[in-house]
């Protein structure tokens, strides 16, 4: 379980911008849109993006609502919150600054 | 999130888990309609439950609903595994009821404060002499020290009596005390109905009032609103009664106990009240002044008495006042023992928990692959932990809710066995701070017995305790179980010494010869009719001849004599004396003391004592023969080492310096009890006739007297044949106050039987808990070892190698804990030595007998698991796994 830290960090920031761009997706959305984004190079497992979703739900970054799909079953939806956007530029000057540092090292390299 | 939401959660929980089934499903559900196999999309998730428990734990961080949970699971854990939990629930249930009954009893007796106004400003008040530390005083210092004294509120001044009340019916015999003005308002208790002593009824010759119990106005008095100023009769004499004394005043202190009658002292017909040499048993209570300390108290009355000495040098001279904290002087004698008492279940408490805590941790290590599973499925470590606590919580709250029964109803019934010894015992009960102290050794029970398994499962990896086939990981819970035992062989061990110690104390003090034979000796008092009350000194010589008489011809008995002084354990009278020829020391603290028995010639034949010298009193001392005296050996060498005492000579200061002949030497008696007589300062004794004392002595006696019988046979019939007596001889006279001087003598070591009882028990308890300890950790080891006793077999090992390997390990573990338990044992008790009677708190022959017997039960525990071991099939045995 603890392993899953390095990463969480990065799975938030992916999480937040795809919901930034894109409001109002249901999980299994998500999970595509990251995989389809990311050229197929980042794939995220359900067992750690909902538990990823209640956390960020939790800490008030996103909110969920139940939808009808067209399937007849319900889907549950996320949207940014205003805490969350804030969450979302924080989170994104930190990556940046932790790639350009990243860079940095391997340039030197 | 909030508390509110998540108690919410934790309610809605199975809702939570619907939603987030429904979550899953319609996403498998888009992941099959965007064209993955629906096997693969399933697998994919990932273990759905895995995700699950991960989510869940987040979505209702959920601490409350794990809670619920956790319980829910431990209640059917618990309850798929009756054997277990049974015993475990059973095993605390005793170790916190014994502690909870045990704590109430302290609490009780040792922590609430005494039921009055400002307790803390009460003290008790002596007076302290060269004999006495906390004697008694007289009733003119008491006046001096209330009217002098600058940091007292109050003081008060009381002594026990006996009251025969005639004129209702039957004549009956009352408990009494004789009290200054003011005296219960010092203590803070005002009638429930009229008043109290006032300084007019205390000044001599005002007209006689009383104060009656509230029992006996109900009783006696039909609980009556119109009883004040109606008359009572007490000893021949009219009291106005003044006040009722409400029932909840239940006080012993010093010589006041709460009684059926109150009288103002200087309605006490006492020739020598006014005397201030005098000591009549009074003493005193007293309220500080609010913001006073004993210590400025005590300085204080250090000037007083300073006056008082210079004043009146012949009584007062080295005479000063002691005092006492009140609540310090009714349960100061009872704090070690009690103390030691909780001391002693607090071990049992520990053994028991250590007992439950390795079958938790036999039991959890059985468990291991269940929570191997768990965690591989995503339960957090702490989630496991706090499963494991929750179970011994559980069964924590169960044990101390049964516990708590026998503490509650069991108690009661207890103290009606105790002997009453025990200070304040009608204060002991259940109130909220035994509650809270039950419900929190409950807590702390379960946790400090579930804390270990917890601890090992957490250690756990769970690789390794899955393939270990659910096993765990034996060698740590190994060495966890024996320290467990160790812990428990060492507690028994220290128990069992405390119990032997006061074993061989006992049969030490059973051993004691009193100096007379208790067997078959009865005393009573009998109440002469109000008549008497002004019968002359001839009159009243010959009625107690005569009651005498009546008595001897009752059959069975065999001796008669009425006792006057001082009673072996049960009475102290003493009196001054100077030896003749020499001239009258100047005060009263030069002059000589011993203890005085005034008895009749049958008295040595009644009490058994052996003469040593000389004659006993005889018939012929009477009151028209010269004045003789017996001294018993303790006062023949102390006056007259090395002398022939018969023919020599000393001067009563009682019978105004007249001189004595001593005619014969007597056996000591114990006075002051089988233990403590040989240490105290007074112990000269002289027996002087009831015929020959004085007249204003002997006037004393036209109320009532003292006898001692001693009798054949059965006592029953005896009894009954001495009432019938006493009723033929009018029905104004009664007989009250009966006890066998067995009962005395056993009382006088009630307390100590009554500690040695407990003890023993809590040590027999703590025996059978290290027995079944040891037990289950030898069957555990043994059923961990199959595998390796199998081999050892078919390599050739015999079966009583087998045998020997399982009885050295638990010799080995028991040698251990007994080491550690002597260590603790020298430590601990020292703190014993109190309720000790010539028995050294480290006497080794105790330890040895301890010892032998821990290790006799250790092996014995072993002897199942041991033979279990040696049936051990080989072939069976490897082939198990």
């Known amino acids: 379980m603890a392993k899953t830290d390095a990463l969480q960090g990065s799975l938030d920031l992916l999480v937040l911008k795809l919901l930034s761009r894109r409001p109002r997706l249901h999980g299994y959305a998500i999970m595509s849109a990251i995989a389809a984004s990311s050229g197929e190079v980042l794939r995220v497992e359900e067992g750690s993006l909902y538990p990823a979703l209640y956390r960020m739900e939790e800490a008030g970054w996103i909110r969920a609502e139940w939808v009808k799909k067209e399937t007849g079953r319900r889907a549950r939806v996320y949207e940014l919150t205003a805490s969350g956007k804030k969450q979302l530029g924080a989170e994104e000057s930190r990556w940046q600054a932790v790639s350009l540092a990243i860079n940095r090292v391997l340039k030197e390299a | 999130m909030s508390l509110w939401s998540r108690v919410a959660n934790a309610v809605r929980g199975e809702r939570l888990n619907r939603e ?205 609103q119109d009883v004040l100023g109606q008359t009572i009769t007490l000893d021949g004499k009219n009291f106005t009664i003044v006040g009722i004394i409400p029932a909840s005043l239940q006080l012993q202190v010093s010589n006041f106990q709460d009684s059926d009658v109150y009288a103002p002292i200087s309605q006490w017909s006492n020739p020598n009240l006014m005397r201030r040499g005098a000591g009549l048993a009074f003493h005193g209570i007293g309220r500080l002044k609010p913001g006073v300390t004993i210590k400025q108290a005590r300085a204080d009355m250090k000037r007083v008495t300073g006056n008082l000495a210079a004043a009146f040098p012949d009584d007062d001279r080295g005479i000063g006042a002691s005092m006492i904290p009140m609540k310090e002087q009714i349960v100061g004698g009872a704090r070690d023992f009690l103390l030691i008492l909780f001391g002693a279940v607090g071990f049992v408490l520990l053994i028991a928990c250590a007992n439950v805590a390795s079958l938790t941790l036999a039991r959890a290590s059985g468990r291991g692959r269940e929570f191997a599973i768990r965690a591989a499925l995503g339960a957090s470590r702490g989630r496991v932990i706090r499963q494991l606590l929750t179970e011994s919580l559980l069964l924590g709250i169960a044990a101390g809710a049964i516990g708590l029964l026998p503490a509650a109803f069991g108690l009661k019934a207890a103290l009606h066995a105790l002997p009453a010894a025990l200070p304040r015992a009608n204060e002991i009960g259940l109130d909220f701070r035994v509650l809270a102290f039950a419900s929190l050794i409950s807590i702390a029970t379960g946790i400090l017995f579930g804390l270990a398994p917890a601890w090992r499962v957490a250690k756990e990896n769970p690789q390794t305790a899955l393939k270990e086939g659910g096993r765990g990981s034996s060698g740590g819970n190994q060495r966890t179980l024996s320290a467990f035992v160790i812990v428990e062989v060492a507690v028994a061990l220290v128990l069992l010494t405390g119990a032997g110690l006061m074993v061989r104390s006992l049969v030490h003090l059973w051993d004691v010869d009193p100096g007379f034979n208790a067997h078959n000796v009865e005393m009573f008092s009998i109440s002469m009719p109000p008549a008497m009350a002004s019968a002359t000194v001839q009159a009243t010589r010959a009625k107690h001849l005569e009651v005498n008489e009546a008595l001897a011809e009752v059959p069975g008995v065999t001796a008669v004599s009425q006792t006057w002084g001082a009673v072996p354990l049960a009475g102290e009278d003493d009196q001054w004396f100077w030896i003749d020829g020499q001239p009258k020391p100047r005060t009263n603290n030069d002059m000589n003391w011993a203890i005085d028995y005034i008895v009749d010639p049958d008295y040595l034949r009644a009490m058994q004592i052996p003469l040593k010298q000389g004659r006993f009193l005889s018939r012929l001392d009477n009151e028209h023969a010269p004045l003789v005296v017996v001294v018993d050996e303790v006062f023949a060498n102390k006056y007259f080492p090395g002398q022939d005492p018969i023919g020599k000579r000393i001067d009563l200061d009682n019978f105004g310096g007249k001189a004595a002949e001593i005619v014969g030497v007597v056996g000591h008696v114990k006075q002051w009890g089988l233990d403590s007589d040989d240490t105290q300062q007074l112990r000269a004794q002289y027996y002087l006739a009831c015929v020959q004392v004085p007249d204003d002595f002997l006037l004393g006696m036209r109320s009532g007297s003292n006898f001692l019988v001693r009798y054949q046979g059965n006592l029953a019939p005896v009894l009954g044949g001495l009432r019938s007596t006493v009723r033929r001889m009018s029905n104004e006279e009664q007989l009250f106050g009966e006890q066998t001087i067995e009962d005395i003598v056993a009382g006088s070591i009630a307390s100590r039987r009554f500690a040695m009882m407990l003890l023993g028990g809590f040590a027999a308890l703590s025996l059978l808990l290290a027995c079944v300890g040891i037990y289950g950790m030898m069957a555990y080891l043994v059923s961990q070892r199959t595998q390796e006793v199998g081999i050892r077999m078919a390599l050739g090992a015999k079966r009583s190698d087998v045998l020997l390997l399982v009885f050295k390990g638990g010799a080995r573990l028991a040698a251990t804990g007994m080491a550690a338990g002597l260590a603790s044992a020298i430590g601990l008790t020292r703190l014993m030595q109190q309720l000790l009677f010539e028995v050294s708190p480290t006497d080794p022959g105790v330890m040895a007998v301890v010892c032998v017997l821990l290790m006799l039960v250790a092996l014995a525990a072993c002897f199942v698991p041991a033979r279990r071991a040696a049936s051990i099939e080989p072939m069976r045995a490897l082939r198990t796994e």
Do not use: C
């Not at chain 2, 309850?79 to 916190?96: D, S």
């Not at chain 2, 002499?129 to 009733?139: C, D, L």
């Not at chain 2, 005639?166 to 009494?176: E, H, I, K």
């Open chain 2, 20 to 224: 987030i089934d429904e979550e899953f499903e319609s996403h498998v559900e888009d992941a099959i309609a965007a064209g993955r196999d629906p096997e693969e999309a399933r697998r994919a998730f990932g273990s759905a439950s895995r995700a699950r428990e991960a989510s869940h734990a987040v979505r209702a961080s959920a601490r409350i609903e794990d809670l619920v949970q956790d319980a829910r699971f431990g209640v059917r854990i618990l309850i798929k595994n009756p054997g277990f939990t049974a015993v475990v629930v059973l095993t605390l249930a005793l170790g916190i009821g014994i502690n909870t009954a045990i704590f109430s009893v302290v609490n009780g007796v040792l922590l609430n404060p005494l039921p009055f106004p400002h307790p803390e400003q009460l003290v008790a008040l002596h007076e302290s002499k060269p004999n006495f530390a906390n004697g008694s005083i007289s009733y003119p210092n008491f006046l001096d020290w209330r009217k002098d004294n600058h940091t007292f509120a109050a003081m008060g001044l009381a002594r026990g009596y006996g009251f025969s009340m005639t004129g209702r019916g039957d004549a009956v015999q009352l408990s009494a005390e004789f009290l200054s003005d003011g005296y219960f308002a010092v203590l803070g208790v005002r009638p429930v109905l009229g008043r109290e002593f006032t300084s007019a009824d205390e000044t001599p010759g005002a007209s006689p009032v009383a104060m009656i119990s509230e029992a006996l106005w109900r009783n006696r008095f039909g609980g009556a």
